[in-house]
């Protein structure tokens, strides 16, 4: 059976990989080649070696945004995870509606960054001309509005994974639990946590790395402002290739910086997830 | 039982009260789309009255002004055709990779897994200048462009769900005279269907929503919905709010319906990629 659907190659895999050597593979290798040149075009690379890394970690902006990622992206996942924890928790003891709520909750995930980011912005504006102020006259809103923000997006879709694991604890185990005298706390500490790990460790990583690449919603809200203090990583890089003349290739070192981090964060998932299926 | 009975009453209230919250930022968006462009930054918590009403204004203004329609139908026309590609020729691709067992295609198969943690920032600038240079800079080329980036995670969805497929079936296909095409669409593609719903909403989601790839590649002369939007804000932060309410509503409006519609398909399905993902 191999050796027929070998020959027709051309028709069932061909066009598939033809698009991702081009738009992937020959741009990826390409793009850290570039990453130790100066160029403008890609025609025009001359080699430098370490200088584009070594002038993106001396790069002000870089840090910060590094810093600010890094920042939002802990403050984001504890709530978001919490948050969507105790809502699945609420939403498995509840009876009534619960279709409709998870409905509810769920929906904000399907709306794209940029309409989610001017969403946030009128509302968190609308509370702060109160007080004379908008968004970007200090980096605190543009933070605190973009944990809000992805809090509102992200806790619905993790609480429906939840729910999922929730649902997976086996009854006789809470009801043997309880026989022995455990109170609801108890429960949830000895029975029922351990039992939703493997949802809690895909609920950590979906959330972390979402927060990280985080993009589109960045540029909606606050684009940066004020003088770029709410810049994160993948907007900084957007912002050293096409805002500055002569810095794509530093731009280049900076999404390189920012692929290795992306990709250290997958490979512990992948580590954790393995570790914990030989156990089971 | 009545104990039961009060939690039950309690729990629904509770989650009322939050839905209610989770839902307000979309009404608030709605209700300032009825009102005079002055008055929406100062005022954006008041309902809509005689004399801060403008009835439909802000709408016809921010169709006009960002040629709405024409992004909509382009938003419609790439993510449909993008997402059938990809459907189509990923699930070939996947079922090829995994029954030729061989280097070449755990290659491509770990080619294809290693593409998923790469951020498009990494291929950003490098994947937008061979797009211009091969003219993929337009509506059908960018159909091309998404199958390379979709293919990562979509072969990776149907492979996993092919290995589950017992080889008895289409070897007894086969036997009874079907080629490899035949065999493919008559008996394994209706197989992948669940796995094949959730590859479709999975980059439906992604396309539909995309802001930076067609930024980039098309944007200078075709917009999407989400480049209209983006485009409202002008170069000097100087937005017509008015007209950014209404097309903030017609942008959620479309999701909400289809939400609605396959609202079953798109909760599994996202649960599903996110599981194997």
Redesign the interface.
């Known amino acids: 059976m191999q050796k027929s659907i070998k020959k027709y190659f051309a028709l069932f895999a061909l066009p598939t990989i033809l698009a991702f050597l081009v738009i992937f593979v020959i741009p990826f290798i390409l793009g850290i080649y570039l990453s130790f040149t100066k160029f403008t075009t890609v025609n025009d690379a001359t080699w430098v070696g370490f200088r584009n890394y070594v002038k993106a970690f001396s790069n002000k902006e870089f840090l910060n945004a590094l810093w600010f990622t890094v920042k939002f992206t802990v403050v984001s996942v504890i709530s978001i995870n919490v948050l969507a924890f105790l809502l699945g928790l609420l939403l498995t003891r509840g009876k009534k509606g619960t279709n409709l709520f998870r409905t509810i909750f769920f929906m904000p995930n399907l709306i794209g960054g940029i309409v989610l980011g001017y969403i946030w912005q009128l509302i968190i504006n609308g509370v702060l001309i109160h007080y004379d102020l908008t968004m970007t006259s200090n980096a605190n809103y543009g933070f605190w509005g973009l944990v809000i923000l992805m809090n509102w997006q992200l806790i619905g879709y993790m609480m429906i994974i939840y729910i999922a694991g929730i649902q997976n604890v086996p009854k006789d185990l809470m009801e043997a639990a309880q026989i022995d005298g455990a109170n609801r706390f108890r429960i949830l500490r000895s029975v029922t946590l351990p039992m939703v790990m493997p949802s809690i460790t895909i609920c950590l990583f979906l959330s972390l790395s979402n927060s990280f690449k985080l993009f589109d919603q960045n540029l909606a809200l606050t684009a940066g402002a004020p003088a770029k203090q709410t810049t994160m990583l993948a907007l900084d890089i957007y912002n050293t290739f096409y805002g500055r003349v002569g810095w794509e290739g530093v731009g280049q070192a900076k999404a390189t910086v920012f692929f290795v981090l992306v990709a250290l964060i997958a490979l512990v998932q992948l580590v954790i997830t393995r570790r914990k299926e030989v156990e089971n | 039982m009545q104990k039961a009975r009060a939690?039950?009453?309690i729990?629904?209230i509770?989650?009322?009260i939050?839905?209610i919250i989770?839902?307000s930022?979309?009404f608030?968006?709605l209700l300032?789309s009825f009102k005079g462009k002055f008055f929406?930054?100062?005022?954006?918590?008041q309902l809509p009255n005689g004399s801060t009403s403008v009835g439909l204004e802000n709408y016809t203004g921010g169709v006009a002004k960002t040629d709405f329609f024409s992004a909509f139908g382009m938003s419609v026309f790439i993510t449909v055709f993008s997402v059938a590609v990809i459907v189509l020729?990923?699930a070939?691709?996947a079922?090829?990779?995994t029954?030729?067992?061989g280097k070449f295609s755990s290659i491509?198969y770990y080619?294809?897994v290693f593409?998923m943690?790469?951020?498009?920032?990494?291929?950003?600038?490098?994947?937008t200048?061979?797009?211009n240079m091969?003219h993929l800079d337009n509506p059908i080329g960018i159909i091309?462009?998404y199958?390379?980036?979709g293919?990562?995670l979509s072969?990776f969805l149907f492979s996993g769900f092919v290995k589950s497929i017992p080889?008895e079936v289409?070897?007894a296909v086969?036997i009874d005279g079907c080629?490899?095409?035949q065999a493919?669409f008559k008996v394994v593609f209706p197989i992948l269907k669940p796995i094949a719903i959730t590859v479709a909403i999975l980059n439906v989601?992604w396309i539909?929503?995309?802001?930076?790839l067609p930024k980039l590649v098309i944007g200078t002369e075709y917009q999407t919905?989400?480049l209209a939007?983006?485009y409202l804000?002008g170069g000097y932060g100087s937005i017509d709010?008015g007209a950014?309410?209404a097309m903030?509503v017609l942008?959620?409006v479309p999701?909400?319906i289809?939400?609605l519609f396959c609202?079953k398909y798109?909760?599994e399905g996202?649960?599903a990629g996110?599981?194997k993902g």
Do not use: C, H
Not at chain 2, 40 to 45: A, E, K
């Open positions: 939690k039950d009453y729990i629904f509770i989650m009322l939050l839905s989770f839902l930022p979309i608030i968006v300032n929406i930054s100062d005022t954006p918590f020729l990923t070939m691709t079922w090829y990779i029954r030729v067992k491509i080619a294809f593409s943690i790469v951020p498009f920032q990494m291929v950003m600038f490098t994947m200048k061979t797009a091969l091309f462009i199958l390379g980036f293919a990562g072969v080889l289409e070897e086969m080629g490899p095409v493919f989601m539909w929503n995309d802001y930076l919905i989400p939007i983006q804000k709010m950014m309410m903030l942008a959620i999701i909400i289809f939400y609202q798109i909760i996202v649960v996110a599981v």
